[in-house]
């Protein structure tokens, strides 16, 4: 991510095998998606830094071939933004990833933000 945020903690790709379903590069798609939230809420938003604060928690869903059907992926982050008006903030939360009917046609990934603090900084 040329340009982007400053990123800190989170795992390589290569030591994440079960992430491979949100593409090969998790932590871009991570960043851009949560960017993309926040900007929604406020467009003035400039996200300066991404820091994963633990190991994502993975919890696998297998159907009875075999095979992973469902994926959840949480990430404990910790945010830090400068709004709009140019404060600046700490954000801490989590960000899941949930993917349903993988390997199928009827494939789907959604992704939500629960917040937990924010704090001017």
Do not use: K, N
């Not at 949100?22 to 929604?40: A, E, H, I, N, W």
């Not at 003035?44 to 075999?66: F, H, I, N, Q, S």
């Amino acid at each position: 991510m040329t340009g982007g945020p400053e990123l800190f903690g989170f795992p390589p790709p290569a030591s994440l095998p079960d992430l491979r379903w949100l593409g090969p590069d998790y932590v871009s798609v991570l960043v851009y998606d949560l960017t993309q939230g926040l900007l929604r809420q406020d467009a003035g938003t400039r996200v300066m830094g991404v820091r994963c604060e633990g190991e994502p928690e993975l919890l696998a869903t297998v159907d009875p071939a075999g095979l992973i059907r469902a994926h959840d992926a949480t990430f404990p982050l910790q945010v830090f933004v400068s709004d709009g008006a140019g404060r600046r903030w700490r954000l801490r939360g989590r960000w899941t990833y949930s993917g349903r009917e993988l390997g199928s046609a009827a494939a789907s990934i959604d992704h939500f933000w629960q917040l937990l603090s924010a704090e001017g900084v």
